[in-house]
């Protein structure tokens, strides 16, 4: 149980064009889904979290307006990387809680990642 | 990193060796999580440790906490090529109204046959 999935795993894009990256709770409803970015050879930098309906909020030196979040149901979030720079490629990783914000915080799963290219 | 600082940065062993890797972090905490990444991958959890806990086992892994010292380590016990993979510290902070998960900067394992 408690999987997440990312879709696509890879991308290709060319830069200034947009790609949207699709994450997914497959077996549990997340009321909270966060996304992070990490740089080859890198830790996980958390860019935002979402709670399912609201806007998401965004981490300090995140451009909100180049990075769309959508959590428009309690099973799926989406990332737009807007205008998509070769600075944007990177590895992009969804997570998923399930439950209030006050669940115990390791019920939170994370997707494969998604790496992204901007040529 | 947001949270801390792991180290070493990379750490490349025989197999049968043990693997000590060491986190810092910077606020108090409930509990500090450990995870393990391979190559490209997504995110395994391994083992969580609560603030009142000086030490736990899972199975080869052994993690201490020290809150006096913001600090703690994951040991690999007897360790085979399949451990190689990276390995993060993550702890709770609360903003924004919401619990997020921070990671540590991670320690890049090799283990050789």
């Known amino acids: 149980g408690a999987v997440v999935s990312q879709h696509p795993s890879r991308v290709i894009c060319k830069s200034g064009t947009s790609v949207k990256i699709e994450c997914r709770s497959l077996?549990?409803?997340?009321?909270?889904m966060f996304w992070y970015r990490q740089f080859p050879k890198k830790s996980l930098m958390l860019m935002a979290t979402?709670?399912?309906?609201?806007?998401?909020?965004?981490e300090q030196g995140v451009e909100k307006d180049k990075f769309l979040i959508n959590h428009a149901s309690l099973t799926l979030s989406t990332l737009t990387v807007t205008s998509a720079h070769p600075e944007d490629s990177s590895f992009y990783i969804c997570?998923?809680?399930?439950?209030?914000?006050?669940?115990?915080?390791?019920?939170?799963?994370f997707g494969p990642g998604t790496r992204l290219t901007v040529t | 990193s947001q949270q801390g600082e792991e180290d070493p940065q990379a750490l490349s062993i025989q197999e049968g060796e043990n693997a000590t890797m060491n986190c810092s972090y910077k606020?108090?905490?409930?509990?500090l999580q450990w995870y393990r990444q391979n190559s490209g991958r997504g995110l395994v959890h391994l083992i969580l440790?609560?603030?009142?806990?000086r030490e736990k086992h899972s199975g080869r892994l052994r993690v201490t906490l020290d809150t006096s010292k913001k600090s703690s380590s994951l040991l690999i016990t007897a360790s085979r090529a399949a451990d190689t993979a990276s390995y993060f510290c993550?702890?709770?902070?609360?903003?924004?109204?919401?619990?997020?998960?921070?990671f540590g900067a991670g320690t890049r394992l090799a283990v050789h046959p």
């Open positions: 979402s709670n399912e309906g609201s806007k998401a909020t965004y």
């Open positions: 997570s998923a809680r399930a439950g209030t914000s006050g669940s115990l915080p390791y019920e939170q799963y």
């Open positions: 077996d549990f409803q997340a009321t909270t």
């Open positions: 440790i609560r603030s009142n806990e």
């Open positions: 993550a702890t709770v902070l609360f903003s924004g109204g919401y619990n997020k998960l921070i």
């Open positions: 606020t108090s905490i409930n509990n």
